[in-house]
């Protein structure tokens, strides 16, 4: 079964400053999804980026942009100039293509804290 | 284009009552998926429905809980006789196609007591 592992339960960035969040996961498929998910606290899950793994190029929207290591399974997620609305908890998912698991599979999520 | 919708937003259930959650996808979307989110836990796959049928329900639990995607009308999750553990947030998504983009509805925050 795929499993989604993110090692940081909270990050704390000051405003303007550069984070970067972790997620490794795990699977013998050589085709699939991996997103990044905020959930702020009004709980609504809102999509930031997504990443298919047969593109080598790395994804990025705007302020947010990933650094996807196929080989290393390991996809991270890096917000530049941190604003407080940027505050959330950020989950990684992953998911199959083509046949198999048809859900996404999330990581437990990291608490990103924003210092003004 | 609207968005995913749920509803209820909130709902309080006794134990032993059923929960009735409802789900209306984006528009253009046939792809339905139920999540579970216990506190401080990500999100849990449950079941992926298409119009009329379960596709994948391989998250559900195996008693009390059925969802349905009726030709006509909302997607409904289903908790039949509710128990405390099934106090949760549960969040709809939606796609357009099996590997699209999910989107999320802003999900229903379920109280046993």
């Known amino acids: 079964a795929q499993t989604v592992t993110q090692s940081q339960p909270e990050m704390s960035v000051q405003e303007a400053e550069t984070v970067t969040l972790s997620c490794t996961y795990d699977?013998?498929?050589?085709?699939?999804?991996l997103f990044w998910y905020k959930q702020p606290p009004s709980r609504q899950m809102i999509l930031v980026i997504r990443?298919?793994?047969?593109?080598?190029q790395n994804a990025t929207e705007n302020r947010f942009s990933v650094n996807f290591q196929k080989a290393a399974k390991s996809f991270s997620l890096k917000i530049s100039d941190s604003q407080l609305g940027d505050a959330a908890m950020y989950f990684c998912?992953?998911?199959?293509?083509?046949?198999?698991?048809?859900?996404?599979?999330f990581g437990k999520g990291t608490h990103l804290i924003i210092q003004p | 284009n609207a968005g995913v919708m749920q509803n209820p937003r909130h709902l309080v259930r006794r134990r032993g009552q059923e929960a009735r959650l409802r789900c209306s996808p984006m528009?253009?979307?046939?792809?339905v998926y139920w999540y579970r989110q216990l506190p401080e836990e990500g999100l849990k796959f449950m079941v992926y429905?298409?119009?009329?049928?379960?596709?994948?329900e391989s998250g559900m639990p195996k008693e009390r809980f059925s969802a349905e995607f009726p030709k006509e009308g909302p997607s409904i999750l289903r908790i039949q006789q509710v128990v405390r553990g099934d106090s949760a947030a549960y969040f709809c998504?939606?796609?357009?196609?099996?590997?699209?983009?999910?989107?999320f509805g802003p999900g229903t925050r379920l109280t046993v007591l």
């Open positions: 990443q298919e793994a047969y593109k080598q």
């Open positions: 998912a992953y998911k199959e293509s083509g046949g198999g698991a048809d859900g996404l599979t």
């Open positions: 528009k253009g979307h046939s792809h």
């Open positions: 998504a939606s796609s357009s196609g099996f590997s699209d983009t999910q989107y």
């Open positions: 699977t013998s498929e050589s085709d699939y999804y």
């Open positions: 429905l298409q119009k009329e049928n379960i596709i994948d």
